[in-house]
């Protein structure tokens, strides 16, 4: 082993996580190597100081301080959702009033009929005039949608009527069905 493997997995042989084989090769390698013994009397004399410290002392009324500072804040956030509440009543009622005044006109009644003079055509055009050239002309409305003929009533035949591809009907209405005989023993 060598002293960038030990630097490596130290943390698992010092907290003897390692295998028994494991073991024995990192303490003939602490035995053969003076400076990750060195290492390792520097990890385990900070580790002892660290262990033998005295627990720090809170302040006697850091409980009521801490409690303080989360009612101020709770308080803080009381106001802002008030302050955002009022602007969205504000915006509320500036739409309704805007949709009031905008309707009343539908409201009020109005000044009677206007009868408007009529409309006479003189002449049929034959072009509409167009800023992309001439109009295609105007057509019957006989010529711009044909129908097939229908020959026969396709959609009105019974099912005894019909017949495939191929001519031949699909039912045999000429077979008399047979009537059941009782199944004797």
């Not at 990192?26 to 400076?35: A, I």
């Not at 969205?88 to 309707?103: D, Y």
Request: hydrophobic share 40%; with cysteine; glycine share 4%.
């Amino acid at each position: 082993m060598d002293c960038e493997e030990f630097l490596q997995d130290y943390s698992d042989y010092f907290d003897w996580r390692l295998e028994e084989h494991s073991l024995c090769e990192y303490r003939l390698h602490l035995s053969n190597c003076p400076s990750c013994h060195e290492y390792d009397r520097v990890m385990r004399s900070g580790l002892h100081l660290i262990k033998n410290l005295e627990a720090p002392h809170s302040h006697p009324d850091i409980t009521s301080r801490v409690q303080e500072k989360i009612a101020a804040l709770n308080r803080r956030l009381g106001q802002r959702t008030g302050e955002l509440g009022r602007a969205l009543a504000v915006a509320g009622l500036t739409a309704v009033a805007v949709l009031l005044i905008t309707s009343l006109p539908v409201f009020q009644p109005s000044g009677g009929t206007v009868e408007l003079p009529p409309v006479v055509v003189d002449r049929r055009l034959q072009a509409v005039p167009s800023v992309f050239g001439p109009a295609p002309r105007f057509r019957s409305s006989s010529s711009v949608m044909r129908m097939p003929a229908m020959p026969e009533p396709v959609f009105l035949v019974t099912p005894q009527d019909r017949a495939s591809l191929f001519g031949t009907p699909l039912v045999d209405v000429t077979a008399e069905r047979e009537p059941a005989s009782p199944v004797t023993q």
